[in-house]
T-cell receptor, first 115, second 117 residues
Framework: DGGITQSPKYLFRKEGQNVTLSCEQN?????MYWYRQDPGQGLRLIYY???????QKGDIAEGYSVSREKKESFPLTVTSAQKNPTAFYLC??????????????FGPGTRLTVL | RKEVEQDPGPFNVPEGATVAFNCTYS??????FFWYRQDCRKEPKLLMS???SGNEDGRFTAQLNRASQYISLLIRDSKLSDSATYLC??????????????????FGQGTILTVHP
């Protein structure tokens, strides 16, 4: 089945810890994205990547880091510098380099809770 | 002012009702428009793109008014399974820090719909 997978589904982190969220896609998409969603708010862009070995900051990149070593994979690390990391994290991919007419398809998300 | 604004609702309607959602956007350079549906604690899924001439997909009709920067979604003959949050999404070219452009999606906060028996 083609699609986007994210793991884990639920993640609990202690304060001061770094954690890495996995995102894999087998849709052969070039563009990949990370968003966070907080209750009552729209999705906000953290990082995106249009091609392998390249990525750019989105609107709320502080306290996060990413890598794009393979086309299929775009892991997100939530560092201890992120002051309010509890949120629903969504990975998405798009079929081209990510123009404004391109739709994005979302993975099932990871729910991160800081204890 | 938010870039994309929706009435958060919630909308509570009986089965069979017609319900309309409205959305306004502030960036006049916006190029593409979408409605996504998000079920509770799940990921958003594309419901339909919105075209300038308006478009219909079964019980769902989307309209776009570029002059007023307004998008709407009409659901006819509501089903219990239509209960979800509906996200208005707008896309436009944006420049990153490195000076290259990409298509940026901006999401409204969503409108909650509950269809009851």
């Amino acid at each position: 089945d083609g699609g986007i997978t994210q793991s884990p589904k639920y993640l609990f982190r202690k304060e001061g810890q770094n954690v890495t969220l996995s995102c894999e896609q087998n849709l052969n998409h070039d563009a990949m994205y990370w968003y966070r969603q907080d209750p009552g708010q729209g999705l906000r862009l953290i990082y995106y990547s249009q091609i392998v070995n390249d990525f750019q900051k989105g609107d709320i990149a502080e306290g996060y880091s990413v890598s794009r070593e393979k086309k299929e994979s775009f892991p997100l690390t939530v560092t201890s510098a992120q002051k309010n990391p509890t949120a629903f994290y969504l990975c998405a991919s798009g079929p081209r380099y990510g123009g404004p007419t391109d739709t994005q398809y979302f993975g099932p998300g990871t729910r991160l809770t800081v204890l | 002012r938010k870039e994309v604004e929706q009435d958060p609702g919630p909308f509570n309607v009986p089965e069979g009702a017609t319900v309309a959602f409205n959305c306004t956007y502030s960036n006049s350079a916006s190029q593409s428009f979408f409605w996504y549906r998000q079920d509770c604690r799940k990921e958003p899924k594309l419901l339909m793109s919105v075209y300038s001439s308006g478009n219909e997909d079964g019980r769902f009709t989307a309209q776009l008014n570029r002059a007023s920067q307004y998008i709407s979604l009409l659901i006819r003959d509501s089903k219990l399974s239509d209960s979800a949050t509906y996200l208005c999404v707008v896309s436009h070219w944006s420049l990153n820090a490195g000076g290259t452009s990409y298509g940026k999606l901006t999401f409204g906060q969503g409108t909650i719909l509950t269809v009851h028996p």
